[in-house]
């Protein structure tokens, strides 16, 4: 699950100028604002809950319980999928979650993020689209700012791979914590502080930003 970006201040993120792009292009879509988003599976603290137009799903609301039509974008649990799923311990239907958040997507749009290690990716295509006109790509969420390297694939239903929104140039840059660290996910990378669980886990602001371009996407296609 997934959270708030605040955690971290980060030296060198992405120019400024990328977010008001993502933003006003996305208010600017078809010359309409969309009335609402919808998250699932996100943490208590997320981000995307400071903003007005989207509906959040976190630990205290049940996200299975969602049964609108609009597009959404799914950050199932991923521990039980992981490399070292024989070592986690998930509670009881935990890893059913990320098949049900596959087949919400692929029902009413949307986008679906698990890490790029993630067993659940053997289920889905590596190039191409499934039956259901969906396809992954994968991204690097510190090319959106976030204060570690984070490979995640993304698994979209409801537009055309060349429809999405241009993606981010790849940042060389360092960034820093608050306390002035590098950071890794996994601690394993020479120079850097393993990451705390808040920050394995939050999605940086620059990411929601974009999704919210692709939702607006699938909503334009389904109006037409």
């Known amino acids: ?78 521990r039980a999928w992981g490399q070292l799923s024989h070592l986690a311990n998930p509670k009881h239907g935990e890893k059913e979650l990320a098949i049900w958040a596959l087949n919400k997507v692929r029902t009413v749009g949307g986008i679906l993020e698990h890490p790029s290690g993630s067993k659940l990716w053997n289920q889905l295509p590596s190039i191409g689209s499934d039956e259901h006109n969906g396809f992954v790509i994968e991204i690097d969420q510190y090319d959106f700012g976030h204060v570690a390297h984070k490979n995640t694939k993304l698994y979209i239903c409801g537009i055309n791979r060349i429809d999405l929104p241009a993606l981010p140039k790849k940042d060389n840059t360092i960034h820093l914590c608050e306390k002035g660290k590098r950071r890794s996910i996994c601690g394993n990378v020479k120079g850097t502080t393993r990451c705390t669980q808040y920050q394995r886990e939050y999605t940086p602001e620059n990411l929601i930003d974009w999704f919210e371009l692709v939702l607006r996407q699938i909503t334009s296609q389904v109006d037409k």
């Open 1 to 78: 699950m997934k959270g708030c970006s605040h955690d971290c201040m980060v030296l060198s993120q992405l120019p400024c100028v990328l977010h008001h792009c993502f933003a006003f292009a996305g208010r600017q879509m078809n010359g309409k604002t969309s009335s609402k988003f919808v998250a699932l599976f996100c943490r208590d603290d997320t981000a995307y809950k400071k903003r007005k137009l989207w509906e959040v799903y976190d630990r205290q609301r049940d996200a299975t319980k969602y049964e609108d039509s609009l597009p959404v974008v799914c950050h199932p649990p991923c």
